[in-house]
């Protein structure tokens, strides 16, 4: 058993798992981070704790484990409540679960459907990419972050998202910067917030993963 308050099992390139080191920078609450080898073995205490999926991120607040990384932040939303990640009222609330649950559906498989395509599946990947972006932009629309004024659970859920894109791009021969100004505008200014300039994966060191991706997957 962990013996730290706040325990989160972790692999640095999960966008996943980022969402919650974030949250927690957030929050100001102190966390002790272990990092999982999902390639090689993962640990006891990653299989015991999240038994139904056995994957990162888990949180084990007091020993006891948190598990899904949108319900993650959510929660860590709930138990230390400042400042705020979720809007105040409910329709603001329910709207952010809405985003939060149509990333979830959405972004990380297209952005896999680009790394292992080739040919006619490559084009099609990449214009669906772009859509998503696109509908994202939409939600945004002027607003600085999804929420309004202010960093929080939408953005918390999507910038780690954005330490793929590098990847992505390479595999596609596309710049996100390119087709998607306010998407791109607004990646730049999470950037500058601590928490994510601290937490977000290095996009190099993340491409290098998805070249041992393909590989484990037989694609050259
Ligand atoms: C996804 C977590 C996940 O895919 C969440 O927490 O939001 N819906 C979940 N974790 C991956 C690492 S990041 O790609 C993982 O733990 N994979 C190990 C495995 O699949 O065995």
Known sequence: MPTKEVVLLDFWASPFATRVRIALAEKGVAFEGQEEDLFG????????????????????HDGKPVVESTNIVAYVDEAWPSPPLLPPCAYGRAQARFWADFIDKKVFDAGRNIWMGK?????????????????????????????????????IILIPMTSWFYAYEKFGGFKVEDQCHKFSAW??????????????????????????????????
Request: aromatic letters at 8%; hydrophobic letters at 40%; charged letters at 30%.
């Open 41 to 60: 073995g993962k640990s006891e205490l990653l299989l015991n704790s999240n038994p139904i999926y056995q994957k990162v991120p888990v949180l084990l």
């Open 187 to 220: 990646m730049k200014k999470c950037m500058e917030r601590e928490s994510v300039a601290k937490y977000l994966p290095c996009p190099q060191k993340v491409y290098e993963i998805v070249i041992m991706l393909r590989k484990m997957n037989g694609i050259e």
């Open 119 to 155: 040919g006619e599946e490559l084009e099609v990947a990449k214009k669906d990419f772009i859509e998503i972006l696109k509908q994202l932009e939409g939600a945004l629309g002027e607003k600085d972050y999804f929420g309004g004024d202010s960093f929080g659970f939408v953005d």
